[in-house]
């Protein structure tokens, strides 16, 4: 288990290197995705602490080719903004490499103190929405149990309006929640993010991805939207 691995080839974002801020085995996590391809072992928390050392990270980076790295990004082994470090993280990779700086959040964390500062340093915010209503949200995330949908979705609107950089969302369709397609489309006019990824779990997990034809039927509906949407093979 690495601190930076990588250089990875993703079909959303280009080639990049990932840091896992949290480098757990089990994941650490404050939900537990039916489609979550480190399984459903792990612990569930929304207690913020320091996982990793900065200095790993950047002694990490020093090691590797830059040459064709077009971002650097924060995921792994669990949920980034637990890390109780990820503003210092950050400014110390952004110190060192002229490389933009990217972070894939499940968007539970927004609300919390010192959260959005802590997104300063990034580039690029890529937030998770799998749901339109709490039964849905609780059915398909399994989030911890102090988490509610509208706590997560108020937080969505609230980066969304203060992030500076590039404000994305991912949304991950399965059988459990392709029904609320249509409220998905609507939220996402609301939230007006700059682009979103519209995928299904092609990795290895506990779930099947969705059949080509409800694939499709998806396309269309988000097809209607003014948002550019960009259907991926990976997350």
Known sequence: ??????????????????????CMDPKVCSLNCIYCELGARGILSQQK??????????????RKNMDEVE?????????PMLAS????????IKAKK??????????????????MEALEPFDIVIAKLDAATEETFKK?????????????????????AEFPGSFRLQLMFVDANRSEVDKLVDLCNE??????????????????????EDIQEIRKHFGDSRL????????
């Open 140 to 160: 398909v995330n399994q989030p911890h149990g102090s988490i509610s949908f509208e706590s997560v979705l108020e937080g969505i609107r609230t980066a969304a």
């Open 228 to 235: 550019e949407c960009v259907f991926c093979s990976d997350r």
């Open 98 to 115: 002229e490389v933009p700086l990217a972070i894939l959040t499940n968007s539970c964390h927004f609300l919390n103190d010192g959260s």
């Open 191 to 212: 939230i007006d993010p700059d682009i979103i990824y519209l995928n299904t779990p092609t990795r290895r997990c506990g779930i099947s991805p969705l059949k080509e």
């Open 49 to 62: 602490c320091q996982f990793v050392q900065t200095r790993a990270v950047i002694e990490g980076l020093e």
């Open 85 to 92: 470090n990820l503003k210092e993280m950050a400014e110390a």
């Open 1 to 22: 288990m690495s601190v930076v691995y990588g250089p990875v080839r993703s079909w959303k974002i280009g080639t990049y290197l990932g840091i896992d801020p949290i």
């Open 71 to 79: 971002l650097i990004t924060f995921s792994g082994t669990g949920e």
